[in-house]
């Protein structure tokens, strides 16, 4: 890995060696981050080389990742997912230029498999055989998906509540399940006890430092895909605040390697029912864990695990970070999909949830360029989209029930 200088405490600054397993800082406990060489990246890496290259997945950013060995790669296609111009959405909002990243396009339908990627291949390269991890859901399918796919089959710790269909595609990619009656903060360390017992790989959001080098590449996606025309301004999802502050290397990874000359301002948004990220960058910049209870699963979370390099994340970048209400979110699930034809979870929808109130409140102006994530696929949790999405007409199988509904429902 000539590419890679160590890694780094993003709290103390200590450095460590990127040799062996090294999950936190053996100093102060807080999250590592893995640091590079960029000017050994730059010979390699161009906009040149990229033109060049026609592997459109993740693995087209091979120089910026921590890894030595391509034998781990999945055979699956992961990322490079549409980043559309969403062009009635932004009528609706008043604003030019709208772009939607339907990242519901993954293996598993969630931005997840980013992360997956990159922690798993690392697990396979370090010689583990036994990977664990606990997640509000999408992370642990995202596990499932792309460990089934290499014939690995993980061990997964998610809270109960998690939607139906999350368990089921756990389940069905024969993942070992365990269901904790206990929230995800405690399905978390719970899995970090089992990692201390067993030794086990352990691929949790926030405490692996090489998911955000999964994270990151989904901007590297966005440059390329607005033909190298960095946005003004990013809108994210936020739950344990990885992915946000993976979007942000990924952003500052292009710009040190010299392939962008600018940087987008990141917006973090939250529930106000899961809004520890929110309240720490809107207040002293302290994450204080909550009690969550937003029908975001994605995004419920107490103690954001990798809050304090998202808060810095969005204060870096000179960004934002707002908390909209449960409802605002939902309908905005019937909104993203009535105008681009995109079906997001309802943490995907959040972040245009989020612009939307940014908007209302005067702060975002119509002239940016704006990228939204959507994070998950809506079929992830159809009974929160069937809150809002309607009810179908019921008629009997006859052309004379139908006459009779249609005239009803105003449709000749
Ligand atoms: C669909 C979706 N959106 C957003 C997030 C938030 O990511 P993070 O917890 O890294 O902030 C998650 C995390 O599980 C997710 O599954
Ligand atoms: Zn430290």
């Not at 090489?210 to 895909?225: A, D, L």
């Not at 999802?237 to 990874?253: L, T």
């Not at 998950?376 to 006859?398: F, Q, T």
Request: glycine content about 10%; aromatic content about 8%; proline content about 4%.
């Amino acid at each position: 890995m000539d590419n890679v200088l160590g890694l780094k405490c993003t709290a103390c600054g200590r450095e460590f060696e990127a040799r062996g397993i090294q999950y936190v800082c053996g100093k102060c406990g807080k999250n590592l981050d893995v640091v590079y060489d960029y000017g050994a990246v730059r010979k390699s890496l161009t906009r040149e080389s990229l033109s060049k290259n026609g592997d459109y997945s993740i693995w087209r950013y091979w120089d910026l990742y921590p890894l030595e060995d391509r034998s781990h790669i999945m055979p699956l296609q992961i990322g490079w997912t549409p980043l559309y111009r969403a062009r009635r959405l932004g009528e609706l909002l008043g604003l030019d230029e709208v772009w939607v990243k339907d990242d519901g396009r993954n293996p598993s339908a969630s931005f997840k498999d980013r992360a997956s990627s990159i922690a798993i291949a690392k697990a396979l390269e370090l010689g583990f055989d036994k990977i664990c991890g606990a997640s509000t859901g999408n992370a642990a399918s995202s596990t499932a998906c792309l460990c089934a796919s290499l014939g690995i089959s993980p061990i997964i710790f998610v809270p109960e509540t998690a939607p139906k269909a999350k368990i089921a595609q756990l389940l069905v990619f024969g993942a070992r399940v365990f269901t904790v009656r206990g929230t995800y903060d405690e399905a978390f360390d719970l899995c970090l006890a089992a990692t201390g017992e067993y030794g086990w790989y352990n691929r949790n959001t926030g405490y692996n430092p090489y998911t955000r080098e999964g994270k990151k590449n989904c901007s590297f996606e966005i440059c390329e895909q607005l033909n190298w025309e960095v946005p003004d301004l990013v809108f994210v999802p936020v739950g344990d605040g990885n992915i946000i502050s993976g979007i942000w290397k990924g952003f500052k990874d292009f710009h040190a390697a010299g392939l962008i000359d600018r940087l987008p301002r990141l917006v973090a948004v939250q529930s106000e029912k899961s809004s520890a990220v929110a309240d720490a960058v809107n207040g002293d910049g302290v994450i204080r864990p909550v009690k969550a209870t937003t029908i975001a699963d994605s995004i419920s979370v107490d103690l954001p695990r990798d809050g304090d390099m998202a808060v810095k994340a969005v204060r870096e970048s000179g960004g934002m970070a707002v908390a909209v209400s449960d409802e605002m979110i939902l309908e905005m699930i019937k909104t993203i999909a009535r105008t681009c034809g995109v079906f997001a979870e309802p943490a995907g929808a959040t972040s245009v949830a989020g612009l939307q109130k940014l908007v209302s409140d005067g702060k975002v102006n119509g002239s940016e360029r704006v990228v939204c994530l959507v994070t998950g696929n809506g079929l992830k949790d159809v009974e929160s989209a069937v809150k809002v999405a309607g009810r179908p007409v019921s008629i009997e199988p006859s052309l004379a029930s139908l006459k009779e509904a249609a005239k009803k429902a105003g449709i000749t």
